[in-house]
């Protein structure tokens, strides 16, 4: 649909950008990672007689290699644009993804293709999307990112389910090609008839009106803010950086296992899977009810609101539950996980402006992931000795307790001088 049409029709085209936003971060690399690894465990196990330490460290590999290209790729977004990054890297990854149908016993190739899907699938990280939308988005920044961002929610709610479904139907290895087609045939033409990255580009104007504070439309300004060499001097860049280390501990060690963590204490996969679609709900809520109220009330504030929400689930799964109470936690784990990654944004924003937006939300998403790479392969070593989860979530609980009260130690935002400079 072309823009001016849409114009003609008075829609503003910032929320087409959130569509094509929440198709493609429900179709990102963290699905056919992440999220659909607890579903690949079982049959992978019997299979090729893998432990599920071994198959954890696949999980470490990708999330030490979006540590690594996350700073990259936003650097990378600053300088050349968020449309050729993003539309490159969904046919590469879906490319990646057909490629998990062919492994063998040979487990090398597994890693590899863990290696490869995030880096090749990078530009589906939030931070592409995210860009696009502090770039229309002002006075309703964090409700625009909720919705976006709840794609990520959808995704982690219907991919484990559909990849169950499709391994007791049809293999684990269709159920990789099925996902590969998806990514081909339903995330790329979408991106490329709707994505675009500034109004200017489109010679319209972001949206901006009634703003809740005197920075809000300002930091939708490419040149304002402060520089990366200017962030790394301030507390707040190291406050924020440890929280979201830790709580990436917190969160991935959790969704990698809960499936496993289930099934273990003698749960149905099929209910196990269910449970974990539960915490893809809390998800999509989060999402939504973060942006909403951030865009109301000081966001470090809420980020502990739903962190400490994160802290109960974990200690619900901890007390050894089985019944109705996992669902609790899933979905209040899942409300703290989809209200983080949003966090992420509109504090980056916030906090330190747009003029160097990619690489410092590049940098604080590497922390998360950082946290990410250690806590899921720690959580399946522990299981591996003791053959049950219990001790390690109680100590996930503190870490996670840690990260939470961080966030209260951050002040108000600042006011930037749009002479700034590095």
Aim: aromatic share 14%; proline share 3%.
């Amino acid at each position: 649909m072309e823009v001016a049409l849409m114009q003609k029709n008075k829609i503003f085209y910032g929320w087409f950008n959130v569509l094509a936003a929440f198709v493609g971060l429900s179709l990102s690399y963290a699905m056919f990672t992440v999220f659909s690894f607890g579903a690949f465990v079982l049959p992978l196990e019997q299979e090729f007689g893998w432990s599920r330490q071994e198959l954890a460290l696949g999980l470490t590999i990708t999330n030490i290699a979006i540590v690594f290209i996350s700073p990259l790729l936003g650097g990378i977004i600053d300088k050349f644009g968020v449309r050729p990054v993003v539309l490159t890297s969904i046919v590469l990854m879906g490319v990646m993804v057909a490629a998990m149908s062919q492994i063998t016993g040979q487990i090398w190739q597994f890693y590899l293709l863990y290696l490869l899907i995030p880096l090749f699938g990078a530009g589906t990280l939030p931070l592409t999307y995210s860009r696009v939308m502090i770039s229309w988005f002002s006075r309703r920044r964090g409700l625009a990112l909720g919705i976006a961002l709840s794609g990520f929610g959808v995704g982690a709610a219907v991919i484990p389910v559909l990849a169950q479904f499709l391994i007791e139907n049809f293999g684990w290895r269709n159920a990789y090609l099925g996902f590969a087609i998806g990514i081909l045939t339903i995330n790329l033409p979408l991106t490329w008839l709707l994505l675009r990255e500034h109004p200017t580009k489109q010679e319209l104007e972001p949206e901006i009106g009634k703003v809740a504070d005197d920075n809000a439309a300002q930091v939708i300004d490419h040149n304002v803010g402060l520089t990366f060499k200017q962030a790394l001097k301030t507390r707040t860049f190291w406050l924020v950086f440890i929280s979201f280390l830790l709580i990436g501990i917190g969160i991935t060690s959790v969704l990698a296992h809960l499936i496993p963590i289930l099934v273990s204490r003698g749960v149905e996969p099929a209910t196990a899977a269910l449970c974990m679609s539960s915490l893809g709900i809390g998800l999509i809520v989060g999402r939504l009810a973060s942006g909403f109220l951030m865009d109301r009330f000081f966001a470090p504030f809420i980020a502990a609101l739903f962190l400490t929400g994160l802290f109960v689930g974990i200690l619900i799964l901890a007390s050894g539950s089985t019944g109705l109470m996992v669902f609790v936690a899933a979905i209040l784990i899942g409300l703290a996980t989809g209200s983080e990654i949003s966090e992420i944004a509109y504090i980056v924003s916030r906090y330190f402006g747009a003029k160097a937006f990619g690489l410092i939300y590049g940098v604080m998403f590497a922390a998360f992931q950082l946290g990410s790479a250690f806590g899921a392969p720690g959580l399946a070593a522990y299981y591996d000795k003791y053959h049950h989860y219990e001790g390690a979530l109680y100590t996930l609980a503190g870490i996670v307790a840690v990260g939470t009260v961080l966030m209260l130690f951050l002040k108000a935002y600042p006011k930037f001088a749009k002479t700034e400079t590095g």
